[in-house]
């Protein structure tokens, strides 16, 4: 059985950080593309970053200079380091794996950025 664990998300004032881990079981983490997606009331989910099975990075525009995504494949585990954090940036996050026609979520946690 495949499983995405997310965890980090919480309540956060603009201008802080927070780091994000997904945690990925029943599959072979390493050949995968591992991303970070989000999803903001109303809106469609959209790319935040992802990360190929070789280590490139592609990130959204939005994303760009703030946020950071890493992975481990020791731990199975992919990272994104958000700093800057902003109102806009409230959303639910989502862990996704992919390869070849093999995609997987997992079940998101909230971000949310107030004072």
């Known amino acids: 059985q495949v499983r995405l664990v997310e965890s980090g998300g919480g309540l956060v004032q603009p201008g802080g950080s927070l780091r994000l881990s997904c945690v990925g079981s029943?599959?072979?983490?390493?050949?995968?593309?591992m991303g970070w997606y989000r999803q903001a009331p109303g809106n469609e989910r959209e790319l935040v970053a992802t990360?190929?099975?070789?280590?490139?990075?592609a990130n959204a525009d939005s994303s760009k200079g703030r946020f950071t995504i890493s992975r481990d494949n020791a731990k199975n585990t992919v990272y994104l380091e958000m700093n800057s954090l902003k109102p806009e940036d409230t959303a639910i996050y989502y862990c996704?794996?992919?390869?070849?026609?093999?995609?997987?979520w997992g079940q998101g946690t909230q971000v949310t950025v107030s004072s």
């Open positions: 990360i190929g099975s070789g280590g490139t990075i």
């Open positions: 029943g599959i072979t983490f390493r050949l995968y593309t």
């Open positions: 996704n794996a992919r390869y070849n026609w093999l995609t997987y």
